[in-house]
């Protein structure tokens, strides 16, 4: 039996990070799959460069920007005003929706500000409700509604009032009101920084940190004995004092054998398009979402338009439902819609796709609720009082940065370091 103080499951950003932040060099680190990065992987097809989605980082704390950076050496990183846009009946408005409704067609602004001023009083009890209660009806059903409806594949009452966090681009009436005059778009993203190389590059700077003969690749933990501190693996067992999983939260709760209610745990999937083509496209824009339920998509990401080169090469995101099979049958009728979608929406006019990949996220957005925080928070809780810790964005099982992921980590390996 193999013995270690700190047992990692997951070789991606949390993983990789609490690993690089520890002082002591005694850990390892199970990682089912033959590569590290977890969903933080790049991409490389025909000269095109794409990620499993578009990751693409915004850091709050310029340390731990300068800390990845340095890292990389010579590799070329893009720091990028972002420019995002909403695609609305044939037109381009800018994002916020709830912040640019002036640029809509004045029946609907005007609709929009009637309903802005008449919005219920009563406190929400939910996240569809909030919507209504901050924006009123016709910004909450022009946009909102049904934008997220296509990205969390679920019915939004479900979801907790606070289901976003810090990254729902709230707005009240002065704040619309100001952006008539004078745009401020500003939000949690307003720059981001990207590597030429792609995301990978981000794990890479991580990874620098850390001991590649303690990362064990294609090594899938099975069960934890959470009161021996034993986890057994597909390759054996190893004796740990803590763990320390960035596993989804439910898939460490059946590892160690602690029983939940599923219902409290409900997340979608996301279908990516990674698509290349032979000419330039839509130029300066970043990426663009869809609301509009006729078209397949949510969101569409130019990674073209970052590092300004001569071939359009998109991210195309699609959400389902967790139970929904994904089968090959699934990705080629969903390809030719895309494709469809795309030319409606003249992104591709004539252009010849030339190269393409596709990835699913299962989970890809959690579905936080009322009562998964209550028992997320109350489990972690136990789990961490014998020694289990679990983190980032699905180990916590919320809504998250990659960054946040980085402090969260190095946070834990502080404290369990004294």
Known sequence: MDRTENLIIGAGVSGLAYADWLDSEDYLICEALGEIGGYCRTIKKAGFVWDFSGHFFHFKNPEIERYLCERMRDEKIATVVKDSRIYHKGSYIDFPFQKNIHQLPTEEFAQCLVDLFGRPSEDPENFKEMLYAKFGK????????????????????????????????????????????????????ATFTYPEGGAIQYINALAAGVDRERIRLNERVLEIDVEAKVARTTKGEIAYERLVSSAPFVSLLKMAKQSYDPSFYSYNQVLVFNLGFDRKGLEGVHWVYFADKELIFYRVGFYDNIFKTDRMSLYVEIGYPADKKIDEAEVAEMKARVLEDL???????????????????????????????????????????????????????????????????????????G
């Open 138 to 189: 016709s910004i909450a059903e022009l946009f909102l509604i049904p934008y997220n409806e296509k990205l969390y594949a679920t019915d939004l009452s479900h979801l907790d009032v606070d289901a976003m966090g810090r990254f729902f681009p709230y707005a009240d009436i002065p704040d619309i009101i100001r952006n008539f005059r004078k745009s401020d778009n500003s939000s949690y993203n």
């Open 343 to 417: 030319r409606k929406c003249e992104i591709v006019q004539d252009h010849e796709l030339v190269a393409d990949h596709h990835t699913v996220m299962n989970p890809a957005y959690v579905h936080i609720t009322s009562e998964s925080l209550v028992d997320v928070a109350s489990k972690r809780a136990a789990l961490g009082d014998r020694g289990v810790h679990s983190i980032g964005r699905y180990g916590a099982w919320t809504y998250c940065s990659i960054e946040d992921n980085i402090v969260e980590a190095r946070a834990l390996a502080e404290k369990v370091q």
